[in-house]
């Protein structure tokens, strides 16, 4: 009957799958459903949350919402959890296995799982002790799940877990299973949830977030982050989203323990992105308004950001100011009563930028500032003690101070110093625009007057040829360049109180093993130093060097991404002595952390795109980061030179070449180089421009002789949008790449030029195309052979020269043991003569008498030296010598009797 409604769920009818999901429900809520069943029924109510019918999708989360409530695997259901302890499980199992004969028989297990009799006799021997730690929410869930179930189940976060016998460890570790696969089952469809949480259908959104509350609760994977996504929908216009939203919000982080709530609400503003923060400041000015929020809770609020509680962070006191912001757009009393607090901790740089602004002498302030933060660093009443100290090498001063103080003082005097250079351009601009406002006024009143006197018009027009408004700004700006220089080198005779500072980082910056020791010490005081290389152009030159060195070797990346920052501001301020640091800037780009060449982005990007640094000789770098492994760099970079192509005729056009040639010398994976050249060639998009570009890389083939760079320039070839100019162009530089045809890659590139160049050609164009076609594929055969060929020749020249060796090794082993052959022509030993039977010339017989000599032959005569061949068997060869010989005997004995005959006739 069971199965029969688990196949109901996919009926035609969607009242049908509506009724029978309700009735699962029904079974759930009643413990009817065995756990061999539960994770089918789960991955089936899944599956309906994707119907097209809301009556279906509705019901399945109720299914799932009961599945959850009334489920027998406890009240914690996270997965590595379930992994951990079936892990012990398991491994309990496989040692009890060996030892104790089986018991477990196939009638208490349903398809590997446990049913209800054996889970309730495991009970009573595993379950006696009660999981601890599980707040009164989770319990109040989970009232209704199998008691007996729970105690035995949860002992998975126990560190001493019991194991029964081997029936109850193996029923263990079966529900195990099953509710490890119910855990990755519910965190499988949080991606489904959220895009409920979207639906048109209110019934969807509220019933997916009732969902995703039970699934927290129940600690389910990626719930918390789903929750998140909840926080827009307050601002739907309909009503029972909205209160659906707000009642989740309250449930899920409103406590009754004041702290708790607080620190709730701080971690979800430090953990929200801008739009989640924009709906948190929206709910939560809701729920003070309403009074939800209890003057308790501000205060804890407080506490933390005040540091009253042990172990607040920083981060944490900014998050719970950030959230008593959004409070106090809704109830200003938030603020009124704490505001010497936010006075004595909140303000920091933004005080001495305010004192800046609104006061008329904000250097006195300044001064006494800086004086007093100095005084409670080195316990000193003034800046003699400090000087002296440094000028006569006493170490004193840096074992003494406390870090933290000293880093305060540092980010201090930097701050009012970089204060003080914006105060003067200021008061520079000031000046300027009341000047060029009275010349209006001037210029306004001579036109109203227009009996003006010509005596008047004289003194106008020699004052404009004099230049006396010239000087009058070249005095005003000589004035201001001075007070930008007094500022770190003080004045003619002796330094001012920031002077004495600059001279003291300086020596600290270099103390690589100080800084090494104290990396926030490191932080505040490189970020000091380029505060003060930026406003003194003679103080940027003497700790370039110094500079450059920290941000190539520091460890810390916060370090070499303020640097980083930094050198983009210099190469504004002072592009002269930034200039033969070029290279080192684009180095940047290479360091191995994404803040840091993300950093590197942006800055080369402002500076090369408004023409405050040369683009050509190092752009490849910059090319490189459009396949980096950070998306986010990738997408800057893109960007890049997005814009890079629009400005003028694209200065893309003429770094390609410059880009191909140094991306083809690195060792950079061929995937990624044809990313980046398809992307760059993409935006290119004048016919012209294409054209020279088909002659440019053409030209390139001459003059290289690596196979993967010919690949690469074949690649960009084939990217390139031909016309009928440019394919002429190709087809008229067929030397330059004649000898590249033989790599099949490079001729797989040129094939995909002509197809294109057959689709968009013209038929009087199509046959010199066709002919071109020919023509490569006939240079790429015969190139093909030439290779083959010379391949073929190699191997036999190896052949032959590995033959030779093996025959003077042969010979030097057979000529170690040879044997002579006697004058007397002695018989040897047959099998002697078989096996090293070697060529020798005979000696001719010396004849007793002269008339003999003339007459007779002797009876062994060889005339000629018999060669053998390696390859002969040395038994032929035997065999043939001796038959020889016996041919050559028997012809000698018919010549003899010849002779001998004719002799008795003439006697």
Known sequence: ??????????????????????????????????????????????????????????????????????????????????????????????????????????????????????????????????????????????????????????????????????????????????????????????????????????????????????????????????????????????????????????????????????????????????????????????????????????????????????????????????????????????????????????????????????????????????????????????EDKLQNDMDYGSSSVLTTVQVTKLSRYIFIVSQVAMNQLVYIESCVRKIQKEKAKKEKMVADDQRANANTTSDAQKDNGINAELGLAASEDAMLDGLAERAEKEIISGGRTEKNLIGHCASFLSKLCRNFSLMQKYPELQTSAMLALCRFMIIDADFCESNLQLLFTVVENAPSENVRSNCTIALGDLAVRFPNLLEPWTENMYARLRDPSVCVRKNAVLVLSHLILNDMMKVKGYINEMAMRVEDEDERISNLARLFFNELSKKGSNPIYNLLPDILGKLSCQNLKGESFCNIMQFLIGSIKKDKQMEALVEKLCNRFTGVTDIRQWEYISYCLSQLAFTEKSMRKLMESFKAYEHVLSEDTVMEHFKNIINKGKKLAKPELKSSIEEFEEKINKSHNERKEQELTAKNAQAHQQKIDSFGSFMATKNNVEGSGESEITEDDEETDRSMEETRLLPSKSKNAKSKTQSQASSEITDFEFDEEVVQSPLVHLRGASKSRLKKSSTKCQNTDTNTSTRRNTRSKRR
Request: aromatic share 6%; hydrophobic share 40%.
């Open 1 to 382: 009957m069971l199965e029969i409604l688990l196949e109901r769920c996919r009926d035609v009818s969607a009242y049908t799958r509506s009724r029978v999901l309700q009735v699962w429900a029904e079974l759930c809520e009643e413990h009817s459903v065995s756990i061999g069943l539960w994770n089918e029924v789960a991955v089936v109510a899944a599956g309906r949350l994707e119907d097209k019918s809301s009556i279906v999708r509705k019901s399945a989360l109720n299914l799932l919402i009961m599945m959850l409530q009334h489920n027998p695997f406890g009240p914690q259901l996270r997965t590595a959890s379930f992994e951990a302890t079936l892990e012990q499980y398991k491994k309990k199992l496989n040692e009890l296995g060996p030892k104790s004969p089986s018991k477990y028989s196939s009638e208490g297990v349903s398809n590997g799982l446990p049913s209800d009799d054996d889970i309730s006799n495991v009970e009573d021997e595993v379950g006696d002790e009660e999981t601890e730690g599980i707040s009164k929410e989770q319990d109040s869930l989970t009232d209704s799940c199998l008691p007996q179930v729970a105690d035995g189940m949860v002992q998975m976060d126990s560190s001493v877990p019991y194991f029964g016998n081997l029936e109850q460890t193996r029923t263990l570790v079966a529900s195990l299973e099953a509710g490890l696969r119910f855990s990755k089952c519910l965190s499988a469809m949080m991606p489904t949830l959220v895009q409920l949480m979207a639906s048109s259908s209110a019934t969807d959104v509220e019933n997916a977030i009732l969902l995703l509350m039970r699934c927290r609760q129940f600690q389910i994977d990626g719930s918390e982050a789903c929750l998140c996504k909840m926080l827009p929908l307050v601002f739907s216009q309909d009503k029972s989203i909205y209160e659906a939203v707000e009642n989740a919000f309250i449930t899920i982080y409103i406590r009754k323990n004041p702290v708790e709530t607080a620190k709730n609400l701080l971690d979800l503003s430090i953990n929200s992105n801008i739009g989640d923060l924009a709906s948190l400041e929206f709910i939560l000015g809701a729920l003070v308004s309403k009074g939800d929020i209890t003057a308790s809770m501000l205060s804890a609020l407080w506490d933390l950001f005040c540091f009253n509680v042990s172990g607040t962070t920083a981060e944490q006191s900014r998050g719970a100011l950030s959230v008593l912001c959004m409070l106090a757009k809704s109830s200003p009393s938030v603020l009124s009563s704490h505001l010497q607090d936010i006075v004595d901790i909140g303000f920091a740089d933004r005080a001495i930028a305010t004192i800046y602004t609104i006061h008329p002498t904000p250097e006195t302030i300044a001064a006494d500032l800086v004086k007093r933060s100095l005084s409670s660093v080195f316990d000193c009443h003034g």
